[in-house]
């Protein structure tokens, strides 16, 4: 007679060719938006100078946080944004991605403020209120194709103008291109 304990190891072995996409390695578990600060929710433990070196290079530490794959992005639903700004050279452009809000709900955002920040170091600032605007997402796509690193992406936050108080309708500012922090505070 099998163990219970066998016979569950044994189902789990009959189980591993089947498992879909979670696997180690796959390049859509690759986290590409992390989230810190005054959040309820975490799913991963303290940075550390070594392996989070690009935090470190940007003087960023953190206990916890909330780590997105472009899957976990995506399963937070997908809008499809078309915007356009005078100083775009291609007229308007389309865009996939979760809202902001949903991503702080999803983290349990406490704070009032939020910093969407860039990879070359540039950072936005919102109040909480404004970035859960309905018109704020975080594209992961557009016009058809992922975001990629060295062009926007990973992620780039787009909303159409009029979106917040005071934004001048003549440029992109504080579209945030090639975010990979957020952090509430
Ligand atoms: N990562 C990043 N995003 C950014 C910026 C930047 O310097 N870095 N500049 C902002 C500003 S001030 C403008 S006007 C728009 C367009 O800047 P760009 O023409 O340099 O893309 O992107 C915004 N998003
Ligand atoms: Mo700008």
């Known amino acids: 007679m099998f163990s219970r304990r066998g016979l569950f190891a044994a189902l789990c072995l009959l189980l591993l060719p089947f498992q879909g996409g979670a696997q180690a390695g796959d390049a859509a578990d690759a986290v590409i938006v992390t989230v810190t600060g005054n959040i309820g929710q975490t799913n ?16 960023l530490s953190f206990d916890k946080a909330y780590a997105f794959s472009r899957d976990d992005l995506e399963a937070l639903g997908m809008n499809e944004l078309s915007v356009k700004y005078p100083n775009w050279p291609d007229g308007p452009a389309s865009f996939r991605g979760p809202l902001l809000s949903a991503i702080l709900d999803k983290v349990d955002a406490r704070g009032s403020i939020v910093r969407v920040q860039a990879l070359d170091g540039y950072a936005v600032e919102f ?10 997402i975080l594209a992961t796509e557009s016009r058809g194709h992922p975001l990629a690193i060295g062009a926007r992406g990973p992620a780039w936050l787009v909303f159409p103008p009029g979106s917040y108080e005071g ?8 579209l945030v291109w090639s975010v990979f922090h957020i952090a509430v505070e």
Do not use: C, L
Request: aromatic fraction near 14%.
């Open 167 to 174: 934004q001048p309708n003549d440029t992109d500012e504080k």
């Open 127 to 136: 109040d909480i209120e404004t970035s859960r605007n309905g018109g704020f």
């Open 44 to 59: 991963r433990g303290a940075s550390d100078p070594f392996q989070d070196a690009f935090f470190n290079y940007h003087g």
